[in-house]
């Protein structure tokens, strides 16, 4: 029993001075143990890396004259990048990225997003056009490298900025990066081609500006691929022309234009049926009489045909007459009919010859006035013979005979008086002359 008493007191002592004495005071801050194993635990809401990204080593990245220190750990999600990294080198130069760059590079290895340094700007040289071509220098970068993300974001800020620069300022930027792109490189071209159709919408003559000459010529490879989206755009647009006619829809399932304004209203009127409310009824027409109480007109006879009158000859217009002239007989132009100089509308009544008994005797014509035809001389006689003296001008006809002769080519000519006042100045000057042609009064 004595034994058994020591044991226990012997483990007790040994019991307490193993484990460490703790004060209450700690023993009230511990948190409680759940004595019921099945309550569900707090979950961790942080990310837990498996090691430290920032513990060395370090890769130091040259880019132009600038360098840049990024952790290894960043450095290799990038396996383009990473593949130049040695075991005993930890500097690496990236000499095909410019230098304006560099930190937009670094920094979407760190954080994944973009940004760029603000900077002062170089003379002529706006500052959207500035970070378009910062933009277009990236997506270079990203397509050599494989960063994807970086080359979404880059085409983003490419169609962002590019919308505010000219056509000329886009080719130029392009110009720069074109050629250093892979072979199976699409986004950049369809974009400069859609920049391309544009511009021709806007400006048909764009392509044969000397600007647009300018920028082409250098790099053999961009001009081939510019000349060759130009044809496309203008076989495009010859095709477009050509189809018109043949009333072809267009391609984004709407009706051509050109077709609907091609067909008229009334081939459209013909085409329609209309509805049997629009039938109009064949009626017979009404034997009532009309609406103004006019007695209608007697209608001929069955039997009876009247023969048509034969027309009365009109008189021959001035145009179509073509009489022959009668030589004229020398007449003072002083002289005007009686009833054309008191302003009658209408020229006098023809008259036989005797009717003009009672009218003045016109005077006869100067002497001085009266140019005889040259007689062709008769030869002389072998035997000289003296002269023989000059013949007297002929008297000039009798009175009656004048009188007699104007009558007869007044009344041929009649017409020429019809509707003088209301003829125009030029047509009474034509007519004037042919009066006096024949020798016929000439109204005033």
Not at 89 to 108: A, K, N, P, Q, R
Not at 131 to 155: G, W
Request: proline share 12%.
């Amino acid at each position: 029993m004595v034994n058994k008493q020591k044991k226990k007191k012997l483990n007790k002592i040994a019991v307490e001075t193993s484990e460490p004495a703790v004060s209450r005071e700690v023993l009230e801050r511990a948190p409680e143990v759940p004595e019921d194993p099945g309550e569900e635990l707090p979950e961790i809401d942080y990310n837990q890396p498996s090691s430290s990204p920032y513990e060395i080593p370090i890769v130091t990245i040259t880019i132009g004259n600038k360098s840049y220190g990024i952790p290894e750990y960043y450095f290799r999600k990038v396996p383009r990048l990473s593949n130049k990294l040695s075991t005993w080198d930890s500097y690496i130069t990236l000499s095909d990225v410019h230098e304006d760059i560099g930190h937009t590079i670094v920094h979407f290895l760190y954080s994944g997003s973009y940004e760029t340094i603000i900077s002062p700007l170089d003379r002529g040289v706006d500052r959207i056009a500035r970070e378009y071509r910062r933009s277009v220098l990236v997506y270079e970068a990203a397509r050599t490298y494989d960063i994807f993300d970086l080359e979404a974001l880059a085409r983003r800020y490419i169609e962002h900025f590019g919308e505010a620069l000219s056509l000329f300022d886009v080719l130029r930027t392009a110009k720069e990066v074109f050629s250093a792109l892979p072979d199976d490189e699409s986004w950049l071209p369809h974009y400069i081609k859609q920049k391309l159709e544009q511009s021709f919408l806007v400006d048909k003559s764009i392509f044969t500006d000397d600007e647009f000459f300018g920028i082409l010529g250098e790099d053999r490879y961009f001009s081939n691929a510019i000349f060759k989206m130009i044809l496309e755009i203008y076989s495009t647009r010859l095709q477009l022309l050509e189809s018109r006619p043949a009333h072809k829809s267009s391609t984004n399932g709407y009706p051509d234009m050109g077709q609907a304004g091609s067909e008229s209203p009334a081939m459209k009127h013909d085409d329609q049926e209309y509805p049997e409310s629009y039938d109009v009824p064949n009626e017979a027409p009404s034997e009532e009489a009309p609406a103004d109480n006019y007695p209608p007109d007697e209608p001929y006879p069955v039997e009876y045909y009247p023969e048509p009158e034969e027309a009365s000859p009109e008189p021959p217009s001035f145009g179509d007459h073509s009489p022959e002239l009668v030589p004229p007989e020398p007449y003072p132009e002083e002289y005007t009919p009686k009833s054309l100089a008191e302003g009658s509308l209408y020229p006098p009544r023809p008259r036989s010859v005797d009717d003009y008994s009672d009218e003045p005797v016109p005077e006869p014509c100067p002497v001085e006035a009266y140019a005889p035809e040259p007689t062709p001389c008769e030869p002389y006689p072998e035997e000289c013979t003296p002269e023989a003296p000059a013949e007297e001008p002929p008297s000039p006809p009798e009175e009656n005979a004048v009188r007699t002769s104007t009558a007869a080519n007044l009344m041929t000519n009649i017409s020429l008086y019809n509707d003088w006042e209301t003829l125009s100045k030029k047509e009474q000057l034509k007519r004037r002359k042919a009066l006096r042609k024949m020798g016929l009064p000439v109204p005033t």
